[in-house]
C-alpha cells in the first residue's frame, strides 16, 4: 500500500490553522476501542465538511466529500492573492498536467486524478467561472508543488478554486 499526503507549502503558509466543523449530519459513531471504558469514545458527531482557516493569509481551505470523491476549494479573499497557494504531494512518485487541464499524481503504480478546477466568484447570487489551471512549480527544496494560474477575474470578490479528486 502506498498513500500520497497534500501538504500545503511556503512561505505564508499557516502551519495551526483553526479547524471547524461544518455541516452537522444527523450520524454519530462510536468506538470501543480496548478494554478501557474511560477511553471509549461515543456519540461522536459527523460533519460534511471541514475548514482549516488562513491556510493561508486571506486563504481558507475547505475539505468535503461525495460519493467516490473528495473536493477542496480554496476560498480566497478579496485583494488576496491566490498564487501563493502552493501544494506538496509527498508520497506521490510523479506529478503531470494533462492537455485537458487534469491533475495526474502517480504513485505505486497507480494514479489520482484531480479534475481541472473549477474556479469562480458569486457575483450577485450568480456563480461566474473563472478560467484557470493546474501549474507546476519548483519549490525552494526543488520538489514539483502544484499551484493554480489564475484568469482575469475581479479581485473585490471572493474567489473560490475548486478541485475534484477521482480516485
Do not use: C
Not at 12 to 31: C, F, I, K, W
Not at 140 to 145: G, K, Q, S, T
Request: glycine fraction near 8%; avoid cysteine; charged fraction near 20%.
Amino acid at each position: 500500500p502506498a498513500a500520497v499526503r497534500m501538504q500545503l507549502v511556503g512561505e505564508g503558509v499557516n502551519r495551526t490553522p483553526t479547524v471547524e466543523a461544518l455541516e452537522a449530519l444527523p450520524a454519530h459513531s462510536n468506538y470501543y476501542l480496548g478494554n478501557d471504558p474511560q477511553r471509549w469514545q461515543t456519540e461522536v458527531p459527523h460533519f460534511a465538511k471541514v475548514r482549516y482557516s488562513q491556510v493561508y493569509p486571506g486563504v481558507d481551505w475547505v475539505l468535503y466529500g461525495n460519493p467516490r470523491q473528495l473536493e477542496y476549494d480554496f476560498v480566497v479573499a478579496p485583494g488576496v492573492d491566490p498564487a501563493q497557494i502552493a501544494v506538496r504531494f509527498a508520497g506521490a512518485d510523479a506529478l503531470r498536467v494533462e492537455a485537458n487541464g487534469e491533475l495526474v499524481v502517480s504513485v505505486a503504480g497507480r494514479t489520482v486524478l484531480h479534475y481541472s478546477p473549477t474556479i469562480y466568484q458569486n457575483v450577485n447570487g450568480e456563480k461566474r467561472e473563472v478560467s484557470g489551471r493546474y501549474v507546476l512549480r519548483e519549490s525552494a527544496d526543488a520538489a514539483p508543488v502544484v499551484g493554480f494560474e489564475i484568469a482575469s477575474y475581479d479581485p473585490k470578490l471572493p474567489l473560490v478554486i475548486d478541485p475534484i479528486i477521482y480516485f
